[in-house]
């Protein structure tokens, strides 16, 4: 961190402390401590007469049998669950034991773990159990008021926005899935809040793709991983944002979304996480609504087996400090840097309130802008110019193929770097200068990339551990065709049948094995030539299979997405 930036980060802290949420006044395990007492005393839960822990004992007995405590219940030890684990609700089986289906995440595991509890009671009240569950999120301190007890309260008794629904976790053999609050906002707060979230995998995956569900509110959701030694350092738990450590060089960032969006890496490279990594995730959220909101991410993290990628996917946050931008006034701010020899996956922008345009060129040899590349103004998805920069949603740009500065592919040159170059429209009377909330400024572009060049292989190298692919492909029943073939927009899908099927099914499917079209669904066809179209636009770049299925039999061909 420069002393510059160190120097204005001290003086935003202050402006930034109300991106926290105020103090209250009882400690909020004291509070947790009552309503376990009060419900789960004698025969309703764990009492004198077990032999893990005692719920009639004083708080901070209590406290120490639970916290960071190994439970006894085999299915739950198997799973490296503590009673209570700070900063994480859902390897927290005594919460999950309390919980009563309060969310997905948190159900048992019957009948190998028990049966809810209190048992022959009453369940506890939903406010009661999110208390329980914000305590740990907050990494269960024995001392000290970490959540508004009274605004847990209102959002279940009164009522506030709904939560997000949970997505589909993976498949184990393919994935799993990170999940990030709820945390509570209140009418007209803006909060940004940081969690470091320690995995449980080992050294034999690889990541090749990110799925995202968020709220629409959310301004941000950024993900980082913490460098190999250096999580342990910091504390479990949400906290609230420290302009001091926000950009610290301990965490490499992965990826970045300002809308819900999913990244499927390009065929043949991954992400590459050490065993039982570290995640560094980053929740920046403006509730706009008059009642308060219980604000959610879940993170889909799709894996193949270590080996099979032929490149490691590399991420850049590139970020310019040097923000002042005077009132009344439209500014343009230029910045460079000297990223060369990689090829390009993806290029997208982030500024607050007051921008109207971003743009990012190849650089040339003497700094000047080169070929423009990324144009905040243009629909990536769906390919056309939008005439304007949209601040909270800004585009990204995926390239299938790569972009490639490793040769002459800037105007004839070799690129030296990007030139980034933003506008800003500041319609107040005041100075704006850099700063985390959207009243102040930043100017920064997110890359992912691989060193040097790259084509990306048109065979999958790696087909599921439960698709089936492989096995459509080795049977073969008669001709189907696709084109174009690459495709941005609309790809026409066309077969033949020699005779009358009684059952045909027709769809694409991702390379994960996902089907993300059905174009038919067990139909009876005559023989003859029948024609579909299948429309890619809104769909991650990359290789698809079109699957047609015949009375059982079945065939396979690959479809590619290029970009717009």
């Not at 309703?44 to 032999?51: A, L, P």
């Not at 470091?196 to 995998?201: C, E, H, M, P, T």
């Not at 965490?251 to 990594?277: C, H, I, R, S």
């Not at 107040?428 to 985390?436: E, Q, R, V």
Request: aromatic content about 12%; hydrophobic content about 35%; proline content about 5%.
């Amino acid at each position: 961190m420069t002393n510059f930036y160190r120097v204005l980060s001290i003086a935003l802290a202050l402006s930034s402390l109300a991106l926290s949420k105020p103090a209250q006044a009882q400690d909020t395990w004291q509070q947790v401590y009552t309503i376990l007492s009060a419900n789960c005393a004698g025969s309703g839960c764990h009492s004198g007469g077990r032999q893990d822990f005692d719920v009639t004992q004083s708080s901070a007995l209590l406290y120490d049998a639970l916290v960071g405590v190994a439970p006894i219940n085999p299915a739950a030890l198997g799973k490296g669950d503590k009673y209570i684990d700070p900063g994480y609700p859902e390897r927290s089986f005594l919460l999950r034991k309390v919980a009563y289906h309060l969310s997905e995440d948190l159900a048992l595991d019957s009948p190998a773990e028990g049966s809810d509890m209190p048992d022959g009671r009453p369940p506890l009240a939903e406010q009661d159990v999110e208390l329980i569950r914000q305590w740990i999120i907050h990494a269960a301190p024995e001392v000290g008021t970490v959540v508004d007890k009274a605004v847990i309260d209102e959002y279940y008794t009164i009522g506030g926005i709904p939560k997000i629904a949970k997505p589909a976790a993976p498949d184990s053999c393919e994935g799993f899935q990170v999940h990030m609050g709820p945390l509570f906002f209140e009418p007209g707060e803006e909060s940004e809040w940081f969690q470091k979230y320690d995995l449980k995998i080992p050294d034999t995956l690889e990541v090749i793709g990110l799925e995202l569900f968020f709220n629409d509110e959310s301004h941000h959701f950024i993900l980082r991983k913490f460098r190999p030694g250096t999580a342990g350092s910091w504390p479990q738990g949400v906290t609230p944002l420290n302009p001091l450590t926000a950009f610290d060089q301990d965490k490499d960032y992965v990826m970045a979304w300002q809308d819900n969006d999913n990244f499927y890496l390009p065929n043949g490279t991954a992400y590459f996480w050490e065993d039982n990594a570290s995640l560094d995730l980053n929740f920046h959220m403006f509730n706009y609504h008059s009642e308060i909101l219980a604000g959610e991410v879940y993170m889909n993290v799709l894996t193949q087996p270590k080996g099979k990628a032929i490149k490691q996917m590399k991420s850049s946050l590139i970020n310019n400090v040097n923000i002042f931008l005077q009132p009344n006034s439209t500014q343009t701010l230029t910045e460079t840097d000297n990223m060369q020899d990689k090829s390009i996956w993806t290029l997208t922008s982030h500024t607050h309130k007051y921008g109207i345009k971003y743009d990012i060129f190849f650089k040339n040899a003497n700094g000047s802008k080169g070929r423009k590349v990324f144009d905040g103004n243009y629909n990536y998805l769906q390919g056309f110019d939008t005439g304007s920069y949209d601040w909270e949603h800004p585009p990204t740009a995926r390239y299938e193929p790569l972009l490639d500065m490793t040769d002459t592919t800037n105007n004839g040159t070799k690129p030296t770097g990007f030139v980034h170059e933003a506008t800003y429209n500041n319609t107040g009377n005041s100075l704006i200068t850099f700063g985390f909330t959207t009243a102040q400024e930043m100017m920064i572009y997110y890359v992912q990339y691989v060193d040097g060049h790259f084509d990306i292989p048109t065979e999958p190298v790696w087909e599921g551990c439960k698709t089936g692919i492989l096995e459509f492909a080795a049977n073969e029943i008669g001709s189907m065709s696709l084109y174009p073939n690459p495709t941005s927009g609309l790809a026409t899908i066309e077969y033949e049948l020699d005779a009358n099927a009684k059952a045909v099914n027709l769809e694409v499917v991702n390379m994960l094995g996902k089907v993300v079209a059905t174009l038919v669904v067990n139909e009876q066809q005559q023989a003859g030539s029948y024609g579909y179209q299948f429309d890619a636009n809104g769909q991650s770049q990359g290789i698809y299979f079109v699957r047609l299925s015949v009375d059982g039999k079945a065939s396979t061909k690959k479809l590619i997405v290029a970009g717009n």
